[in-house]
Each structure stands twice: as structure tokens, then as C-alpha cells.
């Protein structure tokens, strides 16, 4: 089994109650389980329950090779929408590819919204799916279209960002911020995860000996998708 709503650091056992418990389908291993809750509700509230994303929209995902990213690319594909995916060298952005991604940009040496504009020909995306903070939110901002909205789940660059109110109010844009979701959504999402329509990436398992490495390869942004620890 598997649940949500326990906050905590590295432990081998942790309580959580249980009406959060949700039992493992067979055939869906213990690994992809722990990787699956906490990416999936948070893109999944992030799209759906905030940014009220439609069929056929261009959503713009910021680094995907993360694991809410991952799962924004294929929950944003799940309702036909075009997707443009940044991640940071080739590998990923070939990762981010074969997960669904129509288009994908090297958030490190290309300009986000300017590709962006290329691709959408100066429209601009309707929903921007921001965590990264102040390293991207003006590219994200300058990304989006008429109408648009930036929904944000995450600071890992830094929190202090500014914003033009002008161009907030003249082109109808929304700024939404978002953080997990509620127990329903999480059982909505599982329901394609265990029809096999979405899937957790697991880029390295770990036993509970070497978390210091599991943690190093977080910190040197090795990873695309999910790193999980084995007690």
C-alpha cells in the first residue's frame, strides 16, 4: 500500500492515517509506488484544480526532468495538448521527448521565451507550469499568451521575483499559486496511473545506506524523474 499526506525527513517507518492509505494494484512494484503520489497530485491540482487547463491547449513545462515535470508533460499530452518542455542537456531533453514533450528547449542555452515565440508563432502558451522561482519567472512570464496563466508549486532558485502589473491586467493573465491537492484528486490521477496511461520515472533507486548519495545526485541535478530510497 501506499498513501499521502505524511511530512517528514528520511525514516524506515512512518505512521499516517488511514483513510490516506490506498492500496498497490498487482503487478505495480513497491519502487514505482513511492514515486508516484506525491508528483502526480501536485501536477495533476497544478493543471486541472488551478490553472483549469482545456483539451488542446500549449502548455509550457519547466524543467522536466523533475519529478512534478515529468508529470506535467504526460498529464498536459493525456488531454491533447502541444507541450514544450525545458530540461538541461541533450539526454534530457530526449527524456523529456520520449515522455510525450512536441517540443523541448536547453533551459541553459537557449532563451525559454523566445523559443517559445518561435514555436507558437508570437502567441505565447496558455499555461505556463512553473517551480523553479526566480531563475525562470520572467521567461515564464514573457511566455505566456492572451489570457494565459502561470501556475507555481516551488522557489528551488529563490523566491524574490517581479512582475509587471501592466501587462497582468492588459492581457488577462493569472498568476496561481498551488501546493499538493486533495485526497479525491490523488484518487482521479491513480486512476490512469493504474490503467498504465501515466507512469512514474524512476532515474535511480537507493537503499537506505547510502541516502548522502541519493541526496548528492539530487543536488547535482543529475536526475530526470524520481529518485527513491529503499528502507
Known amino acids: 500500500m501506499f498513501g499521502t499526506g505524511v511530512h517528514g525527513g528520511n525514516r524506515e517507518l512512518m505512521p499516517a492515517p488511514e483513510y490516506t492509505v490506498i492500496p498497490i494494484p498487482d503487478g505495480f512494484g513497491f519502487e514505482e509506488a513511492a514515486a508516484t503520489p506525491l508528483v502526480f497530485l501536485t501536477a495533476w491540482h497544478m493543471l486541472f484544480g488551478c490553472a483549469r487547463l ?42 523529456a521527448t520520449a515522455l510525450g514533450a512536441d517540443h523541448v528547449i536547453d533551459h541553459y542555452t537557449q532563451d525559454i521565451s523566445a523559443e517559445v515565440k518561435k514555436i507558437t508563432e508570437k502567441r505565447g502558451v496558455d499555461v505556463v507550469f512553473e517551480h523553479v522561482g526566480s531563475a525562470t519567472w520572467a521567461k515564464s512570464v514573457e511566455s505566456l499568451a492572451a489570457g494565459g496563466r502561470v ?14 502589473l501592466r501587462f497582468l491586467f492588459a492581457k488577462h493573465q493569472s498568476m496561481l499559486g498551488s501546493f499538493m491537492g486533495e485526497l479525491g484528486e490523488l484518487h482521479r ?33 543529475e536526475q530526470f524523474g524520481k529518485v527513491v530510497v529503499l528502507p
Open 54 to 95: 482545456e483539451a488542446g491547449e500549449d502548455v509550457l513545462v519547466l524543467a522536466a526532468s523533475s519529478g512534478v515535470g515529468m508529470a506535467a508533460v504526460q498529464i498536459a499530452k493525456l488531454l491533447h495538448c502541444r507541450v514544450i518542455a525545458t530540461a538541461g542537456g541533450d539526454a534530457k531533453l530526449a527524456k
Open 151 to 164: 501556475v507555481t508549486c516551488g522557489v528551488t532558485t529563490g523566491y524574490d521575483v517581479k512582475l509587471d
Open 189 to 221: 490521477v491513480l486512476k490512469f496511473v493504474f490503467q498504465g496511461k501515466l507512469k512514474a520515472v524512476i532515474d535511480r533507486v537507493y537503499p537506505m545506506t547510502e541516502i548522502a548519495d541519493a541526496h548528492r545526485h539530487l543536488e547535482n541535478k
